[in-house]
């Protein structure tokens, strides 16, 4: 036993006189008093006495980031009600940083600018079953891929490669899951190694692998739907229409041909607005023009709104920005029945007269070798006589060229301007042409007759320059109204571009349109509509202010 230190001697017996302790460290003095000095060590800082025991309030604490580690016992239920009333339900209550992460689309750049570089994945990743980092890394190898795909055309379209290889990513996220993603990944880039370098952004091989499928899909959809003349029939318009479009529905009376060249007369320039003397291409050169090539169109600049030139974006009462000799183009039916004559396509007449074609020609009709449907687009050159056709391109049904020719000018008629930026067409190309326009309308005749539906966009042009007088005629125009209505007209290339995802008219400079390419968009925006609109139903003409023998809108020169 340790030895006694007495420090309870002084202390009374808590047993006071029933202890039976035989060497009890507590005193049975019974005049003892209590001295609770003794249990203070003798280095402890002393402390006045205090009367009465307070108890003292806690503060309240603000609700730490993570709950304390409590004790092995369990809390009291007196702690237990203090925590339940300062913090919230353990499910509810914040653990994290003080923001979660905002959910945001698989998909999506990181701010609302153009993207050039690496896009970024900004997705929770809770919401992601393969790692985010993982991703990102697959998504920059897919992006540099796509930057050596688009090398010829990444001037023009800066954005392409980082918009395609965040959607191409995202594509192939949604195809497979955490264990087949990196070899899906790299099944994509070698797809990628394999396509041929586009030249254009129209080209085939632009696009993710789902947008190329679905092209092909659509592609597919419209090469196997074969128009028939049946089917055609609500969308081939009213005579009506057709006068309100601007159409020449019937022959004008005067005589036909009678002056094909206006040379040495003074004319009105087409482009400039001046007087000046019709003269052939050699002399018309010592005349010159200068005057915009583009369309005036309206825009905001320091919120003032102005009207600005497509060619140049100088205001309208700007300068031009193009020099080349002075032209005239005549849209009134009388003026281009003069140069050369207007007449009916074989087996047509006048839309009021009855025919004498009788039962006989009915069933030679039948028998008749020309196609139900054709769809056709021209290209036009300023001369001495106006505007004239310069070349006529055909396609069937199908899509599959059946005529395309350049046309000779009739004799004392000589090509001003080329318009090579617009026709396409140049001065060594046509020395080639062999027919003149009269030979053109019967070779034209093999296979187009009044029956024939033929397909155009502004079809009223072609058929004025070819001098043909039809009466079963589809537009694009009509199909595929201005929001502003008539006589505001959609571009070929917009309509092309908007429900075909393709990019046409792109030659510029002195390369200019196709004939063909032109004649086979305005076949498949037809193919289009019929796959997905209803049929046009029967509607009252756009009313115009004024009609000359069913030359009712001024249209502009080139409406393709």
């Given amino acids: 036993m340790f030895p006694a230190q007495g420090l309870f001697a002084t202390l009374p017996c808590p047993d006071r006189q029933s202890c039976h302790r035989s060497s009890c460290p507590f005193s049975h003095d019974p005049n003892a008093k209590e001295d609770l000095s003794v249990l203070i060590p003798v280095d402890a800082p002393k402390q006045a006495p205090v009367s009465s025991p307070v108890v003292q309030q806690k503060p309240v604490a603000s609700v730490p980031a993570k709950r304390p580690i409590s004790s092995a016992a369990g809390p009291s239920k007196i702690e237990n009600a203090s925590i339940s009333a300062s913090e919230p339900p353990r499910k509810l209550q914040r653990t994290g940083p003080s923001k979660r992460p905002v959910a945001v689309p698989t998909a999506t750049h990181t701010s609302h600018t153009p993207q050039t570089g690496v896009p970024l994945i900004r997705v929770p990743p809770a919401q992601s079953q393969v790692a985010i980092p993982v991703r990102q890394t697959m998504l ?10 688009y090398e010829n055309i990444s001037s023009k379209n800066p954005t392409l490669a980082s918009e395609h290889a965040l959607r191409h990513e995202a594509e192939v996220y949604q195809k497979s899951n955490k264990h087949t993603y990196r070899n899906a990944v790299i099944t994509a880039i070698a797809t990628l190694k394999q396509r041929p370098k586009p030249d254009s952004a129209s080209h085939h091989s632009v696009g993710t692998e789902g947008d190329l499928a679905r092209r092909a899909e659509e592609r597919k959809q419209l090469d196997s739907l074969r128009l028939t003349a049946k089917q055609l029939e609500s969308y081939v318009m009213s005579l009506d229409q057709m006068r309100q479009w601007g159409y020449i ?4 009376s005067s005589e036909g041909g009678s002056r094909p060249s206006e040379e040495g007369s003074v004319r009105t320039c087409e482009r400039c607005g001046t007087a000046f003397k019709v003269k052939r291409r050699e002399d018309a050169s010592m005349d010159e023009c200068v005057y915009h090539w583009g369309k005036a169109f309206s825009a905001k600049a320091g919120g003032e ?18 020099r080349g000799p002075h032209v005239f183009y005549e849209s009134s039916p009388e003026d281009l029945h003069l140069r050369h004559p207007f007449s009916y396509t074989r087996g047509g007449g006048p839309p009021d007269e009855p025919r004498q074609d009788g039962d006989s020609a009915q069933a030679t009709a039948e028998a008749d070798s020309a196609l139900d449907i054709v769809a056709l687009d021209c290209e036009m050159v300023y001369t001495t006589g106006g505007m004239r056709v310069a070349r006529v391109s055909v396609v069937d049904a199908t899509g599959k060229e059946v005529f395309d020719e350049l046309v000779r000018m009739d004799d004392g008629v000589e090509v001003i301007d080329y318009n090579t930026r617009f026709s396409g067409i140049t001065a060594e190309a046509h020395a080639t042409a062999l027919l003149p ?4 309308r019967r070779s034209l005749d093999a296979f187009i007759s009044s029956k024939t539906v033929i397909i155009g966009h502004a079809l009223e042009n072609d058929l004025k320059t070819l001098r043909m007088v039809h009466h ?10 201005h929001s502003a209505g008539p006589p505001y007209r959609r571009a070929l290339r917009v309509l092309v571009k908007e429900h075909l995802g393709q990019t046409i008219q792109q030659g510029g400079g002195t390369v200019g349109h196709s004939s063909v390419e032109d004649s086979v968009a305005t076949l498949d925006l037809v193919r289009w509509h019929v796959l997905n609109r209803p049929p046009p139903k029967a509607k009252a003409a756009p009313s115009v202010s004024a009609t000359t023998n069913g030359s009712a809108l001024p249209q502009p020169v080139l409406a393709s």
């Fill in 249 to 252: 529905v019937d022959v004008p």
């Fill in 472 to 481: 079963r005629c589809v537009d694009t125009v009509v199909l595929f109204p």
């Fill in 305 to 322: 709104k102005r009207r600005l030139f497509t060619c140049c974006s100088r205001p309208a009462d700007s300068e031009g920005c193009e």
């Fill in 140 to 149: 920059q190898q897919l992006f540099q891929h796509y930057l050596i795909l």
């Fill in 437 to 440: 326009l009269a030979a053109i």
